[in-house]
């Protein structure tokens, strides 16, 4: 016997939250999964705002700064990245959460879902064409770039514990790492 599993399409999952189905449960769509997120821990949460307002101070009115909402990568992704730099489209996102398009760059706090952040995510992300991904390992003080995006894969993996970094679309603006991960 052959084992399918059901694939869950964007459409779908929109109406499975429209009609209450995960009202009890933080989920999130990855490749057709549907995925239950972790509890939220104190540290994540910590850093999660800080740098999140961190962020919007040093971008101002260039990008928008969204903390733990959808973005729309495909038919069937839609995950919740901790936050998400995008263009500013305003009432546009009314009607559709950001599109890779959209999208400067993503940012996940990694403690639990470390290995996740770093395969699953991080090949999702490139395959969807997000240019930029970082990943703050929170329990080794670490900020992961993902960047040079070619052929659906990241070709550049630079790991910082000091320094500053500048994402891709603002070469101007310069980030302190130990405001990321200290």
Known sequence: MTVTTYKWTIDRYHQ??????FDDQPVELIRGEILIMPPEGEPHAYYNSEVGDYLRALLGSQAKVREAHPITLSEDSEPIPDLAIVKPLG???????????????LIEFSDTTLVKDLTTKK????????????????????????KDLRDGQY??????????????????????????IN
């Open 91 to 105: 009432p546009v996102y009314l009607e559709h959460h950001p599109y890779p398009s959209d999208v400067y760059w």
């Open 155 to 180: 070709t550049s993996e630079d790991i910082l514990k000091t320094g500053t970094a500048s994402p891709i679309d603002f070469q101007d603006v310069t980030i302190q790492v130990n405001r990321l």
């Open 16 to 21: 499975a939250i429209q009609a209450g189905l």
């Open 123 to 146: 090949t999702t992300y490139a395959t969807s064409g997000v240019r930029e991904y970082w990943v703050v390992n929170l329990k080794d003080k670490q900020l992961h770039i993902f």
